[in-house]
């Protein structure tokens, strides 16, 4: 999957301008983000099975802002967290507002954790381990299930890619025969 542009058009577009400042493409900066973004050879192992067996698919059908049963219940389509099409493009864009998403959910995650620790600092037990379910269900397992996505669209795409170069690679092959008949 390409590392760039950043899509258009699509109501994030201000997150993508800021991106693009602070982290000019071909940047050392950028390569560090994409770098941390990109999925890593466990998540993609065995098909994502890290994530299943931690239930990320199964909190995906719940999750308020998108799961399938949540859609279902209320006839919303949730056009931003949903992917918009079938095409190569559309799952590189869906791509790229996964990472807006995590980059969202990452400091109150590191927020709620330092908060947490502190909670445990002051023995108060029963305070942390409050603050650690909510970090849980609030940005933990949503930035959890951006990753699964990831994952799954970066598979998509290089399958995508598999085949298309398979299939020019025939066509290749057919005009070769016959500029030789």
Known sequence: MQRGPLPRGDGWGGLYRLF??????????RSL???????????????????????????????????VVIRRLTGSRMAPYTLRGTSVGAARDFYYRTCAFEAAHTPFMLALLIITGYQLAMGRLDLALNDMLVNLGVNIYPIMHHRH???RITCIVARAGRQGQEIANRESVQQREMSCE
């Open 33 to 67: 983000v994409c770098g941390y973004f990109w999925p890593k050879k466990p998540e993609l192992a065995g098909n994502g099975r890290m994530y299943r067996s931690l239930g990320v698919a199964h909190f995906g059908k719940v999750i308020p802002t998108g799961g």
């Open 20 to 29: 693009d400042r602070l982290a000019p493409p071909g940047g050392g900066l």
């Open 149 to 151: 996505t990831r994952a």
